[in-house]
């Protein structure tokens, strides 16, 4: 149980153009989703953490416009990269709790985003 | 000074060994702890879990919170090559809707 998709698992675009990631929770209903952003050799840096229907809540120093994130289920959660440059370029993961639970998070297996 | 320390490493061991990964904290509002192992270009796996102190073990993985000491372990037995991968320690105090902080995470290469 407890299983976290992420759809596409890496994708590469031309600067300029905008990028949907999806996550979806397999097996469970999660209160709360989180997306992370991850450069080689370090540690996940939490991006933003979103619940069903509401706005998303972004980390200081994260532009809310340039990730655009939607939660429209408790299953479901897309980051969308918009303008992306290619600084923009990084694994992205998201993660999701079950409501039911215990206290921590399962995360997806990642996607590998490329901007030329 | 970071709520979480963790030594990145690279920690390098012969197949068999006893591996001990380590971090301390400074918030005594946790109370979830959490080892999450990384492969290369994978999203973290949860791998052990536990509320408050004490062990808790699983196959060959023991976790072990010491929160007098605000200290905790995760112990491999009879480590393999396939235990090769980056160990995340994360913590929470179940507020803020399950935030987690992470330590750095140490590189383990388990050599056959």
């Known amino acids: 149980g407890a299983v976290v998709s992420q759809h596409p698992s890496w994708v590469i675009c031309k600067s300029g153009t905008s990028v949907k990631i999806e996550c979806r929770s397999l097996?469970?209903?999660?209160?709360?989703m989180f997306w992370y952003r991850q450069f080689p050799k370090q540690s996940l840096m939490l991006m933003a953490t979103?619940?069903?229907?509401?706005?998303?809540?972004?980390e200081q120093g994260v532009e809310k416009d340039k990730f655009l994130i939607n939660h429209a289920s408790l299953t479901l959660s897309t980051l969308t990269v918009t303008s992306a440059h290619p600084e923009d370029s990084s694994f992205y993961i998201c993660?999701?709790?079950?409501?039911?639970?215990?206290?921590?998070?399962?995360f997806g297996p990642g996607t590998r985003l490329l901007v030329l | 000074q970071k709520e979480v320390e963790q030594d990145p490493g690279p920690l390098s061991v012969p197949e068999g060994a006893i591996v001990s990964l380590n971090c301390t904290y400074s918030?005594?509002?946790?109370?979830?702890f959490m080892w999450y192992r990384q492969y290369s270009r994978k999203g973290p796996e949860l791998l052990m879990y536990?509320?408050?102190?004490g062990n808790k073990e699983d196959g060959r993985f023991t976790a072990q919170v010491d929160k007098s000491s605000k200290y905790i372990s995760l112990f491999i037995r009879d480590s393999q090559p396939s235990d090769s991968a980056t160990y995340l320690c994360?913590?929470?105090?179940?507020?803020?809707?399950?935030?987690?902080?992470f330590g750095e995470g140490t590189q383990l290469t388990v050599n056959p």
């Open positions: 993660s999701a709790n079950d409501r039911r639970g215990i206290e921590t998070q399962y």
């Open positions: 097996d469970f209903q999660a209160t709360t």
């Open positions: 979103s619940n069903e229907g509401s706005k998303a809540t972004y």
């Open positions: 918030n005594s509002a946790f109370q979830y």
């Open positions: 536990t509320y408050s102190s």
């Open positions: 994360a913590m929470s105090a179940g507020t803020s809707g399950s935030r987690l902080t």
